[in-house]
Nanobody
Framework: QVQLVESGGGLVQAGGSLRLSCAAS????????MGWFRQAPGKEREFVAV????????RYTDSVKGRFTISVDSAKSTVYLQMNSLKPEDTAVYYC?????????????????WGQGTQVTVSS
């Protein structure tokens, strides 16, 4: 059983930065891809970023490219999402998730473990 615990959310003004952390209860980063997703009120959960297992190849949704960075500290079993130049449209609950596979995926159904989510609110 893998437990994922997110932290680092909060309220920030537009243009500001936040760093989200996702701590895992087990050493899973050596193989499984890890992703970040978000869900805004009234909207479906959507892909944000992913880092593939082993290679740590990263992919991002177009709206966050150049502003967000996903990274892994395997020694700490923690995945991060550095968010810069935040916009009001980034407001959402952010979730980290572990993929069943090592290759990156933006399909929610490929992820078998999810954190509880952390709220990010960006004011204009």
């Amino acid at each position: 059983q893998v437990q994922l615990v997110e932290s680092g959310g909060g309220l920030v003004q537009a243009g500001g930065s936040l760093r989200l952390s996702c701590a895992a209860s087990a050493r899973t980063f050596s193989w499984n891809a890890m992703g970040w997703f978000r869900q805004a009120p009234g909207k479906e959960r959507e892909f944000v970023a992913v880092t593939a297992g082993n290679s740590y190849t990263t992919r991002y949704t177009d709206s966050v490219k150049g502003r967000f960075t996903i990274s892994v500290d395997s020694a700490k079993s923690t995945v991060y999402l550095q968010m810069n130049s935040l916009k009001p449209e980034d407001t959402a609950v952010y979730y980290c998730a572990r993929s069943r596979y090592s290759t990156y995926s933006w399909n929610l159904r490929d992820y078998d473990y999810w954190g509880q989510g952390t709220q990010v609110t960006v004011s204009s």
